[in-house]
């Protein structure tokens, strides 16, 4: 398998200005006519440079340039491209191609889902319908006809505006849309079966009436009333936030059953997976609302961020993808609750990004080198891509980083750029110099912070010293220093916010502020500072740094209860529990006798007295960090010993506060039926944590009271609430509840896979022998990716504990798996690899198990190129 190189980029020699397809449309057998207008784009005093069209799995019928068939010499044709030798300037080629729908279990290119066909086209799905220069510098205006069966295929959708439609002898019928906006072929989309919508208008700020049409199977036409309410409040947010207004005359999503990833941008058609649309008020969790949310408003803010500025690479993906998730999270935050929205991206940056940068999988936000694209969808490319953009903003104020962005639309609407382009507007828009913080883009690696202070009584001077390192990672042994904004404030004894008065300045400006790290160590002196202050750090998490600060439990309280900032508030309380978790892990470790110290107890008691609090970030706030996390924080894991100490932390709290909790649980019972946007999600967050802590006590009382719950429960939050707690209790209302639940949802695909997740999660020691019984079960089925997110990969990568089993058979099952899919869908299978890439963090006897696994995974003959990439560079 090759390896692509950043520094290999070439403009194309040819460009291709408007693409004609059509589509005849059959499962079994789909017929493609394109019709291509190229024209050369390279210096031909010395010659015509070969045309190399990519294609992958199409079978060619045949061949015309400029009418005329194209001879068999003129030409080469193999399994990945089709060669013109030498094409003159510019012309007209047609090519007619085959392709199997039905075949295809890839889930790339044009593929079947349940009754209907859809396409997925990112990275490099196009080729796979139709030979073409598959790459996101090529754009190109598209016009498509698809033809199909009307009785079958009454819906046929493609990008754009609909020109033309009518019908066709033999019972079928046609439709042309059109485009007018220049695309890349990846942002190319067709839909076509028997679907019905749900529509509604939108007026844009300019008022423009936009038709908005969300299209689903029959039997979900009443589950989409939140999908389209979510894109009408995401698309008034674009124009308010960034002034940024829809461009088509409709915008189209549709959900498909089958489906690699959460949704797609494509132009004025989204495919989304259909658990990002499909939701009931008695189907879908509180979570469920929000993730839908969050990513109709993705795709949706991608028309910009991506669409009409693309990249012209795919080394610079992150241009469209760390810009579009900061755009979703700022949406997302404006939508509900900001510190608790903050606090959960901080929360799965830290245990899935932070992971991936320590490990062998480890690359820069922009990649140096790829033998797989769609391997590079990474946390890293997106997530950390987004706190890059969060950086930028706060480096330059809100209101500069604003003008940085109307900017680069200004310069480069319609063009396909690089990262280079984007950080440039922003330089211009707030005159700074950015040169240093382009390394954020190409160093991977988490850096460290490791602060000191020095306070003087004398002078009433305070110094924080701040060193910044970085961990070597492949390829890249040593780093150069980052530009890292520093958010801070001083706290006194008593949590008043100090004023910062840096020394040399006139005044103090705020009691909040940013400190700009550009050297290996910098130091930082204020002025008038009357005693010895607490530092609040990383407010708001202002860089995706580790911070090393020695707190004092003392210091720590005080932050907890005084800071203003709410992230920091519930980071003191994170950092005490993971100093408890690990100190216990120790103990346990050692085979002393572990016991939770009387003031962890007092501290939650002190907080579920207080009603004060916003329950959702109450429920954040009193929520142990993932077992994953303190993985991370250890030199060589130990999974069965910190499960054991945070459940024995658990368990401590249930009994010692089951007064308290019940109370709290009792508060926040429901005092009116369900309605999924009546702001009471948090409440129900904090009262099924509550009910967790109950069940880790341990009783038939609790038991009880889950079976209570989950048999009154109106709505899913809190019957999953209650049966999440069950699947882990070794008790018969178990069974009994999880029967009941398959019994009441089968027919749900989407109820159903959280039911396989469930109990994929379950803690107890009998879950490997569970899940390799649920493999058989008749509704498993490895062809269907939520299928196998929902049971392979959440006891792969959401059960720490009984994955890494010493004696091997979740890493059996596991490599069992990879190598099934390899076969059937290879994005899907390099997926589940993720934690076979941790490896070398864990004993000896677990290492040598793992490595053996990938190494069998290795040695499989006809390895795709995914799973191929990550399993070689992962050991
Ligand atoms: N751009 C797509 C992801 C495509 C992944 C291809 N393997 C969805 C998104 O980020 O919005
Ligand atoms: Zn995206």
């Not at 193999?78 to 085959?98: C, G, I, Q, Y």
């Not at 002898?169 to 485009?179: Q, Y």
């Not at 029959?218 to 995401?234: G, I, Q, T």
């Not at 991506?306 to 404006?334: H, M, P, V």
Request: net charge negative; aromatic share 8%.
């Amino acid at each position: 398998h090759q390896t692509i190189h950043q520094k290999d980029y070439k403009v194309p020699d040819y460009l291709v200005d408007t693409v004609e397809l059509t589509f005849d449309l059959s499962p079994e057998d789909t017929r493609v006519l394109s019709r291509l207008a190229i024209r050369s784009n390279h210096d031909r005093s010395n010659g015509a440079s070969p045309l190399v069209l990519d294609g992958e799995e199409l079978t060619l019928v045949s061949l015309k340039l400029d009418g005329v068939e194209v001879k068999r010499d003129a030409y080469r044709v193999d399994d990945a491209s089709l060669t013109l030798l030498a094409p003159p300037e510019s012309f007209v080629l047609e090519v007619e191609t085959r392709i199997k729908p039905k075949e295809n279990s890839a889930l790339s290119g044009l593929y079947a889902s349940g009754p209907m066909l859809c396409t997925q086209c990112e990275a490099e799905g196009f080729r796979r319908i139709t030979y073409f220069t598959d790459r996101p510098d090529v754009m190109a205006v598209y016009t498509v006809t698809l033809r199909a069966d009307k009785a079958s295929c009454p819906v046929l959708l493609a990008n754009g505006n609909l020109v033309d439609r009518g019908d066709l002898p033999d019972g079928r019928h046609f439709a042309v849309w059109h485009d007018p906006f220049k695309k890349p072929s990846y942002l190319f989309a067709v839909v076509a079966g028997d679907l019905v919508h749900i529509a509604d208008r939108f007026t844009t700020m300019s008022g423009r009436a936009v038709q908005l049409e969300i299209y689903v199977e029959e039997r979900n036409k009443d589950k989409c009333e939140h999908a389209l309410r979510s894109l009408m409040r995401a698309m008034r947010w674009d124009e308010e936030k960034f002034g940024r207004e829809y461009d088509l005359d409709t915008y189209m999503v549709v959900a498909v059953d089958d489906f690699n990833m959460g949704a797609m941008e494509n132009k004025g058609l989204n495919v989304f997976n259909s658990r990002y649309v499909l939701a009931s008020p008695e189907s879908a969790t509180d979570d469920d609302y929000e993730a839908i949310e969050e990513v109709i408003g993705h795709e949706y803010f991608h028309n910009w961020t991506g669409n009409r500025i693309t990249c012209r690479d795919w080394f610079q993906l992150s241009l469209k993808e760390g810009l579009t998730i900061f755009r979703d999270q700022e949406f997302s935050a404006d939508m509900q609750s900001r510190p608790v929205k903050r606090i959960a991206d901080v929360k799965s940056l830290r245990s899935a990004q932070f992971a991936e940068d320590a490990g062998p999988l480890a690359h820069p936000v922009r990649p140096e080198s790829y033998v797989e694209i769609n391997n590079f969808y990474s946390m890293t490319v997106y997530h950390k891509g987004g706190e890059v953009i969060r950086m930028l903003q706060t480096l330059l104020g809100r209101e500069a980083f604003r003008a940085g962005m109307d900017l680069y639309f200004e310069r480069h609407d319609g063009q396909a750029v690089r990262v280079d382009e984007f950080v440039q507007a922003m330089a211009d828009a707030g005159k700074r110099d950015l040169s240093q913080f382009m390394l954020w883009y190409d160093q991977a690696g988490t850096p460290v912070l490791t602060v000191s202070d020095d306070y003087r009584p004398e002078s009433g001077s305070y110094t924080l010293t701040v060193t910044q390192s970085c961990p070597s990672t492949p390829g890249q042994p040593e780093k150069k220093p980052f530009h890292i904004p520093l958010a801070m404030g001083l706290l006194d004894r008593d949590g008043n916010e100090l004023p910062l008065q840096l020394a040399g300045e006139a005044a103090a400006a705020g009691t909040s502020r940013v400190l700009e790290l550009r050297g290996e160590t910098e130091t930082f002196t204020f002025a008038g500072i009357k005693e010895r202050p607490v530092p609040s750090l990383l407010r708001n998490f202002s860089a995706p740094v580790k911070l090393q600060y020695p707190y004092s439990d003392e210091d720590l309280n005080l932050l907890m209860t005084r800071d203003s900032d709410p992230f920091v508030r519930w980071e003191a309380g994170q950092v005490q529990a993971v100093k408890l978790i690990m100190g216990l892990t120790g103990e346990i470790q050692a085979g002393r006798q572990a016991q939770v110290p009387e003031s962890f107890i007092e501290s939650f008691r002190r907080l579920l007295a207080d009603d004060s609090q916003d329950r959702a970030f109450l429920a954040e706030t009193l929520t142990l960090p993932a077992e994953s996390y303190l993985a991370e924080q250890m030199a060589v894991i130990d999974p069965d010993a910190i499960h054991q100490a945070r459940e024995l932390v658990r368990s401590t709290v249930g009994r010692r506060l089951w007064s308290e909790l019940t109370a709290v649980r009792a508060a926040c019972a429901p005092k009116a039926p369900y309605r999924p946007d009546d702001g009471l999600a948090g409440c129900r967050r904090l009262k099924n944590l509550c009910l967790a802590y109950l069940m880790a006590a341990g009783g038939q009382e609790a038991i009880d009271a889950c079976m209570a719950q989950y048999r009154s429960a109106d709505n899913m939050t809190d019957s999953l609430g209650a049966l999440a707690q069950l699947t882990s209790c070794a008790c018969p209302e178990r069974d009994e509840a999880l029967a009941s639940f398959y019994d009441c949802w089968r027919g749900d695909r989407g109820v159903i896979d959280k039911w396989f997740t469930h109990q994929a999660l379950s803690r107890l020691p009998d879950t490997m022998d569970r899940v390799l019984a649920l493999l058989e079960h008749p509704d498993f089925d490895l062809r269907n990716p939520n299928r196998v997110r929902s049971l392979v990969g959440a006891f792969s990568q959401g059960n720490q504990v009984r994955f890494h089993d010493a004696g091997g058979r979740g890493y059996r099952f596991l490599a069992d798996q990879i190598l099934r899919l390899n076969a059937i869908n290879p994005q899907i299978a390099a997926r589940m690899l993720t934690p076979f890439s941790r490896w070398r963090r864990y004993d000896a006897h677990r290492q040598e198990l793992m490595k053996k696994e990938l190494e069998r995974i290795l040695a499989e003959p006809g390895l795709a190129r995914d799973v191929y990439e990550l399993a070689a560079k992962s050991l």
